[in-house]
């Protein structure tokens, strides 16, 4: 089955800076790699998404690079605020078992 | 407007009593899922339902069960909750099983006394 790697696991950065959190997935099946934001007591929330005949997409300052080849893919927030503090997901699938989350990035903006 | 809703928020039961927990959605999509997490872990898929098609995971527990009378709701028993499950339990949705997003409800927290 698929096996996705995820880090750092914590990532403190100060407020306006960039934050960059990366994973690497196994199974080269895999086509979809969504990334989730959750905030504390929340359920988590797609943020972005990309399937693998694309290597990047942007939306406002939230971006994901994917490289099939090496089999990672990376979430990149620019100018980053307060409100970006939560734990992010990235997760890989396409396959009929659905989506395998990595373990998590708790991300701290530092004002 | 939320288009996955778990109810309740929070569930308190007692060891070994069994409880139920409830999703709908709206967005009338084909599958549900139902996912444990458990503090500082990821998602942790237990089963998903592809229409009434049901899909348990190898690894979890003969506890757990699932019910999905219709397309809108699903249900997850827990027969004889031991302390090891206590967790968040998530419950999500998606129009198929590959290459679409998952959407997730806020879940149900279980604690058990």
């Known amino acids: 089955g698929e096996n996705v790697e995820q880090h750092p696991s914590t990532l403190s950065v100060q407020e306006g800076d960039s934050a960059v959190i990366k994973c690497t997935y196994s199974d080269s099946a895999s086509n979809y790699f969504p990334w989730y934001k959750q905030e504390l007591g929340k359920g988590p929330q797609l943020i972005i998404d990309?399937?693998?005949?694309?290597g990047e997409k942007k939306d406002q300052r939230i971006a994901v690079t994917l490289n099939k080849t090496a089999k990672h893919f990376s979430l990149h927030i620019t100018e980053t605020q307060p409100e970006d503090s939560a734990v992010y997901f990235c997760a890989a699938g396409g396959g009929a078992d659905g989506l395998t989350f990595g373990k998590g990035t708790h991300l701290i903006i530092q004002p | 407007d939320a288009m996955v809703i778990q109810n309740p928020r929070y569930q308190v039961t007692q060891f070994g009593k069994p409880v139920t927990l409830s999703c709908s959605q709206t967005?009338?999509?084909?599958?549900m899922y139902w996912y444990q997490q458990k503090s500082s872990q990821a998602p942790k898929l237990l089963f998903h339902y592809y229409d009434k098609d049901f899909n348990n995971e190898a690894d979890t527990p003969d506890n757990f069960q699932s019910r999905r009378p219709n397309t809108s709701f699903c249900f997850l028993d827990i027969r004889s909750p031991g302390l090891g499950d206590a967790a968040m339990y998530l419950c999500a949705t998606s129009r198929v099983t590959s290459n679409q997003p998952q959407h997730f409800g806020d879940g149900t927290r279980l604690s058990i006394l």
């Open positions: 990309i399937r693998s005949n694309v």
């Open positions: 967005l009338n999509h084909n599958v």
